[in-house]
């Protein structure tokens, strides 16, 4: 709450800046506008003086002789200094003041107004502050003979200066600034109207940087802006219009009490109703802490008996009342599975004695077994053996004497073995040992083995029997996919994920001992070589190129496939030695020859070098610095290795970049103001029914000429700017308002709708989520949510609560691009989602790759022992879609079903056909 209100509080006191600023400019433009109403002042004021009209130009003789006595020269009034009469060489005819001494024209601005009136014969106005600010206007007129002169006017600016201060209550000072950078004191006040405010401004600013600029000084209280005194000459002469906002500031600080206070009373009040509304609770929840305990100890009657009594007497439900019942049947489960369990060893009992006793085992039973089951003595001397583990072992039907369980069941690396770690079972006959231990078989395989060891008493001696169960398919598939999250599966460098986490590791702990540069090589004209020898030799070219550079680059380069056919690499070398990557001879990784069966190309490459500084905050931006040089190469250095580092030229490539990112911002703001998003609609099928079950809403932005934009050019710029949480809810009141269309015309057609992580994250999205199904009157039985896995979710138990929140209002969630991230079973495990999402880099080739197809049956069985139900996306050709619905997945998605279109090219009615 206090940080809300400091953030009003900042927002307040930007607006208050901008309004002083615009203030200020309102300012300039007052006083341009009162210097021009002078001049026009003082034109009236010139036109209405009785002027001579017999002036005896013609006669060079009585050049300075002042008119007779009937045609007196007007004197000055109002305000008017003196009035000079020239002719066009700029030589004074006659001139008449009011003071002793008159007031001395400068040559230039003569020469101004003659060159003026030459040209244009229109009167002109001079406003100059030499020593004193006069207003200086030259007037064209003629004699009775036609001669040609000159009437200038002078009046002091003060006038002006006084009606300016009067006006805009703000002060004025008038300052000659020095253009020679060597004059020390380069600041002159000529005029001004507050000495005080002028001397803070002069003594705490460089004006000269601050020309047709507004300053604005917290610390002492004032806002100026300077401007020329004249536009259109190239003086020295600055306007200074000053406002004191000590008043201003007074205000401010109030405003930071007001909101202090009032947020420290609400959060007080908050927390006595939080710790009222909540102590009930929390003391049912206290004790029922203390009934948990007991479950470990099975005292199952005592947990029912106190859950009994902290029943609650109210008519609502709450959540420990919800717990209560949960717990409750926990017991019950508890109960019946502890039955079941003494039951099976009753049952396990009664069988090992039947084997103690015949010394055999059930032939049937054991040798069609898929453990492995082996019963040796202490020493691990081999008794009895199953066919499975015969078959590992090597053993014949009879046993050697010498068959030792040692010899294959062990561990690398482990100080005992088998028999010594398992020596305490012959002590103890109802203990039981469980742990994985490798197999090492007699072809030289290791496999993975999960054993339960436990005690036997043969004839009056102990025994001990091992089971063991085959998990290395289990680990290798695990790994394989925890291997396949962090890595390309083409070239399996890392992937850009993993290596932006392990670059910035890198880069945290060396950055200080080591200088370091980021290598990145992309292959020019990749897309046009798919296309021309297919994706298989794509993917050889990418697996070759990815061998031939770990082989050219020192050992322990991080190197990482970060593009279609981009790779970078983050190269090393210790400070203290004068070296770097340039000293290296890259320039030969950017040919490469590609060799395929008979056939043979040389592939050009670009390749940026550039090198880490402090200034960048990590990996990222270096990697978006390098991609910005790395457009520029492609432009002009195509098919060469370039040193960024050795370059002090700016990067237009990266401004370029920017300015295409700041004009992509704009357009998405302007759509999002302008209501211009438009939905499309790509149906998911049913595969059991062969009809549509729901349809993804996928976001296009039309231009402003009508054209639609990809979602790939702006959901970046939405992320980086921080829009998209208002990107998805203008998605979400679409979506909700065409279901409710839907659900008016009897439609029972699904929409599902992308949520990113920022928005699901926000404090009021399920307020808001709520709001939206109220204002557009959407069922939410008809909405499923997708959960993007690429998106961070930082935290899992507030989105947790969420989803469920979702759910008990009817919403389905799924969760969309499974399998691309290595968090991905996180997310399954820990959110109640209903569908998987299964992301179409697996299915795209699934009907060519034996891998993609074991990956996406594993992730398909995974997901249906969870409970979940699995859409496959990126379904483009029959051949796809036989594998996937052989596989067991219940939805599918993709350009050979149906390509996404707007809501009046849709067709409800489509039906699969095979």
Request: overall charge negative.
């Amino acid at each position: 709450m206090s940080g809300r209100g400091y953030y009003t509080y900042l927002k307040t006191t930007a607006h208050q800046q901008e309004a002083i600023r615009e203030d200020l400019s309102q300012l300039e433009i007052s006083f341009n506008s009162l210097q021009n109403r002078s001049s026009r002042e003082l034109m009236r004021l010139t036109n209405s003086l009785i002027l001579p009209n017999s002036f005896n130009l013609k006669n060079e003789e009585k050049l300075n002789e002042p008119p007779t006595s009937s045609e007196k020269l007007p004197k000055p009034r109002q305000g008017v200094e003196s009035i000079y009469y020239l002719d066009y060489e700029g030589r004074v005819l006659f001139n008449s003041h009011k003071n002793k001494l008159p007031l001395l024209l400068k040559p230039k601005h003569i020469q101004q107004a003659i060159h003026t009136l030459s040209e244009s014969q229109n009167s002109t106005t001079i406003l100059d502050c030499y020593a004193q600010c006069y207003q200086h206007i030259f007037i064209p007129a003629k004699n009775d003979s036609n001669n040609r002169f000159i009437i200038n006017v002078n009046r002091s600016a003060n006038l002006l200066f006084n009606d300016f201060t009067e006006v805009s209550g703000a002060e004025i000072a008038i300052i000659a600034i020095s253009k020679n950078e060597s004059d020390s004191n380069n600041h002159r006040t000529i005029y001004t109207s507050d000495p005080k405010l002028s001397k803070r401004l002069i003594d705490n600013f460089d004006l000269a940087t601050f020309i047709n600029d507004s300053i604005i000084d917290s610390g002492h209280f004032f806002s100026a802006r300077l401007f020329p005194l004249n536009q259109s000459i190239n003086n020295q002469y600055y306007v200074a219009v000053i406002k004191d906002n000590s008043k201003l500031q007074q205000q401010i600080a109030q405003v930071i009490k007001e909101i202090f206070i009032s947020s420290l009373i609400t959060l007080t009040i908050i927390l006595l109703l939080i710790a009222i509304i909540l102590r009930p609770s929390l003391y049912r929840l206290s004790e029922l802490t203390k009934i948990l305990p007991l479950l470990p100890h099975g005292r199952y009657g005592e947990v029912k008996s106190s859950l009994y009594k902290l029943q609650s007497q109210s008519r609502w439900i709450d959540e420990i009342d919800t717990l209560a019942a949960t717990i409750a049947k926990v017991i019950d489960s508890l109960d019946s599975m502890d039955q079941i369990v003494n039951s099976h060893k009753e049952e396990l009992a009664v069988q090992i004695r039947a084997l103690t006793e015949a010394k055999v085992f059930n032939e049937t039973l054991l040798d069609n077994s898929p453990l492995a089951i082996i019963i040796h003595d202490g020493d691990g001397k081999i008794r009895n053996i199953n066919r499975l583990g015969r078959e590992l072992t090597g053993l014949l039907e009879q046993t050697p004497a010498d068959a030792n369980i040692n010899n294959w069941v062990k561990n690398d690396g482990q100080y005992i073995n088998l028999s010594a770690s398992l020596y305490p079972l012959l002590k103890n006959e109802d203990k039981k040992v469980q742990g994985e231990t490798s197999f090492f078989t007699a072809d030289n395989r290791q496999l993975d083995f999960l054993w339960t060891h436990s005690s036997l008493n043969i004839d009056g001696d102990r025994k001990i029997l091992s089971l063991g169960i085959d998990i290395t398919e289990r680990h290798e598939a695990a790994e394989s996919l925890r291997w396949l999250g962090q890595h390309d599966r083409v070239t399996g460098l890392l992937n850009r994920s993993s290596f932006t986490e392990d670059a910035n590791n890198f880069i945290k702990n060396h950055s200080k001992t080591m200088h370091i540069e980021l290598l990145m090589l992309d292959i020019d004209d990749f897309a046009m070589f798919n296309d021309r020898r297919g994706f298989d030799a794509g993917d050889k070219l990418l697996n070759d190129f990815a061998a031939h550079l770990c082989r050219s680059l020192p050992p322990n380069t991080l190197l990482s496939r970060t593009g279609s056919g981009e790779f970078c690499a983050l190269i090393a070398h210790r400070v203290n030695v004068d070296t770097t990557a340039k000293d290296l001879s890259l320039e030969h990784l950017t040919r490469y020859t590609f060799r395929n069966e008979s056939s043979s190309e040389e592939i050009c490459l670009s390749g940026v070098v550039d090198a880490f500084n402090n200034s960048l905050s990590g990996i990222d931006e270096l990697i978006s610095n390098t991609t910005s040089t790395m457009f520029r190469v492609k432009s002009k250095l195509r098919g060469q290795l370039y040193y960024a580092a050795n370059d002090d030229s700016p990067d237009d490539s990266s401004r370029s970049s920017r300015h295409q990112k700041y004009r992509m911002k704009e357009q998405l703001l302007s759509a999002l103001n302008d209501n211009r998003l438009v939905l499309f609609y790509q149906p998911i099928v049913n595969l059991k029914t062969n009809n549509i079950s729901h349809c993804e809403c996928l976001v296009r932005l039309l231009d402003s000429e009508s054209q639609f934009i990809d979602p790939a050019q702006f959901l970046g710029i939405a992320s980086e700017s921080g829009l998209l949480p208002k990107l998805d809810y203008s998605v979400l009141e679409k979506a909700m308002r065409q279901q409710s269309l839907w659900e008016e015309s009897g439609i029972t057609t699904g929409l599902s709708i992308n949520v990113t992580a920022p928005t699901l994250e926000q404090a009021d999205f399920q307020q808001k989520f709520d709001e939206l199904l109220q204002l557009t009157g959407a069922n939410p039985h008809r909405l499923i949510l997708e959960i993007v896995e690429t998106d961070a979710i930082s935290n899992l138990n507030i989105t947790r609560n969420l989803l469920n929140h979702f759910k008990t209002v009817g919403t389905q969630i799924a969760f969309d691009d499974f399998g691309i991230g290595f968090t991905s079973f996180e997310y399954v495990r820990d959110l109640p989602v209903d569908f998987i999402k299964i992301d179409q880099s697996f299915i795209r080739f699934i009907h060519e790759r034996e891998q993609d197809r074991v990956l996406v049956k594993s992730m398909v069985e995974m997901s249906h022992s969870l409970g979940k139900k699995v859409i496959v996306e990126g379904i483009e050709n029959r051949a796809a879609l036989a594998v996937v619905k052989e596989i067991g997945v219940e939805y599918v998605q993709g350009y050979h079903i149906c390509r996404p279109m707007p809501i009046s090219a849709l067709d409800l009615s489509l039906h699969l056909r095979y």
